[in-house]
Structures are given as structure tokens and as C-alpha cells.
């Protein structure tokens, strides 16, 4: 078995200050990697997650940023490239979700999904991989949903922006495997983080084949994989992380 081991090496985590985001850093940081923790509004959040990571034994720093607004995304990786001299992970985190059922959507609603969760992926993963084409090395993970795959009542927008990161995912897979850079993404199902607060889980947990929703943790484990050497044949995939429910 090859152990994962990401040491010398450069991750950048959108929406890493709460939920899938942040457990995804600390699983990186404590794998070895120096993790950027992006974040937009949660300072305190993203200063505890870099903290956890220094804690336990890693290296990381936080840095905010819009990843809807190109000019913040450009300046951000940049900077990176400055202080590190290197990118080798990016993980397309950082999403909003605004549930309606489609006579109620809005062309705000539309607007702002469309820009944080398909725009602002498109958005880094192009300011990344142009660094990581140079170092002819690199790794992107993108968090899509099972709900871009199945679709899901009330959640068009919301299903749209997560079915067009597959279609994101797959061409760069086939633009940038040849230059040395592995693209995939992952499709969590029901995780337990603020996003879903509001949801009747105990409901859904009676449709999940395993019983339960998952932990952000459970998620972080799919994307570590990905990131990692055990995945150096894996390109253009989505990896399902939902027990079971999209089956
Ligand atoms: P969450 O707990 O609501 O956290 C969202 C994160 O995104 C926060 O760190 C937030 O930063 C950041 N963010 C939002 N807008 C941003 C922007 N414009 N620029 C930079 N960062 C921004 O969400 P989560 O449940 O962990 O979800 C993470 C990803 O997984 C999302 O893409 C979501 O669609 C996807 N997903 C979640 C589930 C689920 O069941 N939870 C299922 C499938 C897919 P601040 O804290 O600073 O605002």
C-alpha cells in the first residue's frame, strides 16, 4: 500500500471554514501539505481550522477571497505562487445553496448559484492549472453533488451548477492529463454541516441504504484519496460519497 504522504507540497481548499471544506484542509494539512484555507465571511472559522492543522502538526494559513470575483481569484493565486513558489492542490469547495421550487426561483437565486458554485470553480481552476501545467503536475477535486447527478425538487439552480462541474470536470480531465494534471470530483450526498441544518434528516436517513447522512470527515476521505498518490491512475471521475442513496 503507498502512504499518503502530501509533505513539500502546496494545497489550496475553497470554503474551507466550515464543513466538507474544512475537514478537507485538516485531512490534507495532517497528511503532509501546507493548506491554503480559503474562506469568505467566517475570519474566526478559518483562523480555528488553521489553527487544528498547525495543532496537529501541519503547516497552513487562511486567505480570503470571492471566488466568484475573478480579479480576487487571480490576486490569490498569485500571491501563492509568490510565498510558495508552487500549487499542486486545488479542492473546488466553496458552494451556496437556495432551495425553491422553480415558480419561486429568482433571477438572483440563479445569479448567485451559478456564480459561487460554477463560475468561481471554473474561475480557480484556471488560475491554478496554469501554474500546475509549468510544474506539469497537479491535482484538482471539485465537490459536486449527487443532486447535479439525480436532481432534486426545489434544488434546480442548485442542481444545474453542480451537473455543469461534471461536465467542467471531464473536459479538463481531457485538456489537462497530458500536461501532468489529474482532474475528478466528488458527489456527497446528505452531509452533516450548516448547509443542511434546516433539512428533516432523520427522514432522509431512512432512505440511505448505510442508515445515516455523513460526516464532512466521510467526504474528506474521497477528496484526500484523490489528491494522493493512490489515485495516480484516477482521471475524469466523480466519486460518489453518499451511502448509498444515489443508487
Ligand atoms: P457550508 O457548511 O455551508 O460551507 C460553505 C463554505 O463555502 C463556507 O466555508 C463559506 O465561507 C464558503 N463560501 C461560500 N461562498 C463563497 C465564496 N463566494 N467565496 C469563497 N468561499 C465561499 O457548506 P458544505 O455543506 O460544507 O458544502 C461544501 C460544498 O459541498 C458545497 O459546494 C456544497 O454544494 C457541496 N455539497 C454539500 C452537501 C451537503 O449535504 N452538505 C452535499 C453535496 C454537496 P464562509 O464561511 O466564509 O462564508
Redesign the pocket.
Known amino acids: 500500500m503507498i502512504p499518503i504522504d502530501l509533505s513539500g507540497q502546496v494545497a489550496l481548499v475553497?470554503?474551507?471554514?466550515?464543513?466538507?471544506?474544512?475537514a478537507a484542509a485538516r485531512a490534507l494539512g495532517r497528511a503532509g501539505a501546507h493548506v491554503i484555507v480559503?474562506?469568505?465571511?467566517?475570519e474566526e472559522?478559518?483562523a480555528a481550522c488553521v489553527e487544528d492543522i498547525r495543532t496537529s502538526g501541519g503547516n497552513a494559513e487562511a486567505a480570503r477571497?470571492?471566488?466568484?470575483a475573478e480579479a480576487e481569484v487571480a490576486r490569490a493565486f498569485e500571491d501563492v505562487m509568490k510565498r510558495h513558489g508552487r500549487i499542486d492542490i486545488l479542492v473546488n469547495?466553496?458552494?451556496?445553496?437556495k432551495d425553491a421550487l422553480f415558480l419561486r426561483v429568482t433571477p438572483e437565486m440563479i445569479n448567485e448559484m451559478i456564480a459561487?458554485?460554477l463560475v468561481?470553480p471554473f474561475f480557480c481552476t484556471l488560475h491554478a492549472a496554469r501554474y500546475m501545467i509549468k510544474q506539469r503536475r497537479g491535482r484538482i477535486v471539485t465537490?459536486?453533488?449527487?443532486?447535479g447527478l439525480g436532481g432534486n425538487p426545489g434544488q434546480s439552480v442548485?442542481a444545474a451548477t453542480?451537473a455543469g462541474l461534471v461536465g467542467m470536470t471531464k473536459s479538463f480531465a481531457k485538456e489537462l492529463g497530458p500536461r501532468g494534471v489529474r482532474v475528478n470530483a466528488v458527489?456527497?450526498?446528505?452531509?452533516d454541516?450548516?448547509?443542511?441544518k434546516g433539512m428533516d434528516r432523520e427522514a432522509i436517513a431512512r432512505e440511505i441504504p448505510l442508515r445515516s447522512i455523513g460526516s464532512?470527515d466521510e467526504v474528506a476521505g474521497a477528496i484526500l484519496f484523490l489528491c494522493s498518490e493512490l489515485g495516480s491512475y484516477v482521471t475524469g471521475q466523480v466519486i460518489v460519497v453518499d451511502g448509498g442513496l444515489y443508487t
Not at 187 to 191: D, F, K, R, V
Open positions: 475553497t470554503g474551507a471554514s466550515r464543513g466538507i471544506g474544512a480559503n474562506y469568505l465571511s467566517s472559522l478559518a477571497f470571492d471566488v466568484s469547495n466553496a458552494g451556496v445553496s459561487v458554485n468561481g465537490v459536486s453533488s449527487i443532486v442548485y453542480k458527489a456527497p450526498g446528505l452531509i454541516t450548516d448547509m443542511t464532512p
